[in-house]
């Protein structure tokens, strides 16, 4: 199992972006997009998104996916069983 590292500025970025989905009549989509991400991420992050690059003096694999109507980019530390959330933006919203 992966340990799901989010900083408070994701976290910021996630609450704001809760409440445009809220507004955009898409709060249940948003909520089971980010459980299901959530989920993945905890039990297999290579089954969710795409390799982007490597940082190999790191070890850490950068991915990117969607779930809508979520874009996400994560890296995934195989080391120390950590997924790191980098970047959070909502997709298909226009």
Same mark, same amino acid.
């Given at each position: 199992?992966?340990?799901?590292?989010?900083?408070?500025?994701?976290?910021?970025?996630?609450?704001?972006?809760?409440?445009? $989905?809220?507004?955009?009549?898409?709060?249940? !989509? &948003?909520?089971?997009?980010?459980?299901?991400?959530?989920?993945? #991420?905890? +039990?297999?992050?290579?089954?969710?998104?795409?390799?982007?690059?490597?940082?190999?003096?790191?070890?850490?694999?950068?991915?990117? $996916?969607?779930?809508?109507?979520?874009?996400? !980019? &994560?890296?995934?530390?195989?080391?120390?069983?950590?997924?790191? #959330?980098? +970047?959070?933006?909502?997709?298909?919203?226009?």
């Amino acid at each position: 199992m992966y340990k799901v590292a989010i900083s408070g500025k994701i976290g910021q970025e996630l609450i704001g972006l809760h409440g445009v $989905a809220q507004a955009h009549g898409k709060h249940l !989509e &948003f909520v089971d997009a980010l459980k299901s991400i959530y989920d993945q #991420l905890q +039990t297999d992050p290579y089954s969710l998104g795409e390799p982007t690059f490597h940082y190999r003096q790191l070890k850490l694999i950068n991915c990117k $996916a969607i779930v809508r109507p979520l874009v996400i !980019e &994560f890296c995934i530390d195989d080391l120390g069983l950590i997924v790191y #959330l980098r +970047t959070v933006a909502l997709f298909g919203f226009d």
